[in-house]
């Protein structure tokens, strides 16, 4: 996630996976379009193409799912937080009261090698999260940004 816009009345995060989510969406276009149309000489069998089609549109199902671009926007005008997530046939949105925000914190998943983070908020007993995976990048400027937003007096 990065920062767009940081005013008194708005804050605007976004996150744009244009490369990783691009390279799965082609990948898996690539192979659908390749079990429908048998490009290559290994595609006689129907099997073949069946398998060719169903990893691709696994592939853009993963993508689908977890890569959509999303924009979370925190308006005092409005005294709410919008999460919207922008992917092909549904997008999606949700609205959360900023009273009801806590603050913002990073949440770990450790790996074997690696520590994966990801931005959440906290509200009363729950943690909302505003990014659908674990990311290696650090988002303590995000998070630092938000809790300021937060407490700023106005």
């Known amino acids: 996630m990065k920062i767009v816009e940081n005013t008194d009345e708005k ?3 976004s996150s744009r996976p244009w490369f990783l989510a691009g390279f799965v969406w082609l990948g898996g276009l690539g192979l659908l379009g390749n079990g429908i149309f048998a490009w290559g000489e290994d ?3 129907i099997g073949m193409r069946l398998f060719s089609c169903a990893i691709g549109l696994i592939f853009c199902w993963i993508a689908w ?3 959509p671009f999303i924009t979370v ?3 005092r005008a409005r005294g709410q937080m919008l999460h919207q997530s922008h992917r092909p046939v549904r997008p999606g949105w949700f609205k959360l009261d900023l009273d009801r925000i ?3 914190r990073l949440e770990a998943n450790w790996g074997d090698t ?3 983070t990801r931005v959440v908020l906290e509200i009363e007993d729950d943690v909302v999260p505003l990014e659908y995976g674990y990311g290696s990048r650090d988002h303590d ?3 630092d940004a938000i809790n300021e937003w937060l407490t700023r007096p106005v």
Do not use: I
């Open 11 to 13: 804050l605007v995060l």
């Open 43 to 45: 595609m006689d069998t």
């Open 65 to 67: 799912r977890f890569m």
């Open 73 to 75: 926007e925190f308006n």
């Open 102 to 104: 806590k603050r913002a």
């Open 114 to 116: 690696a520590r994966m």
């Open 141 to 143: 400027d995000v998070v």
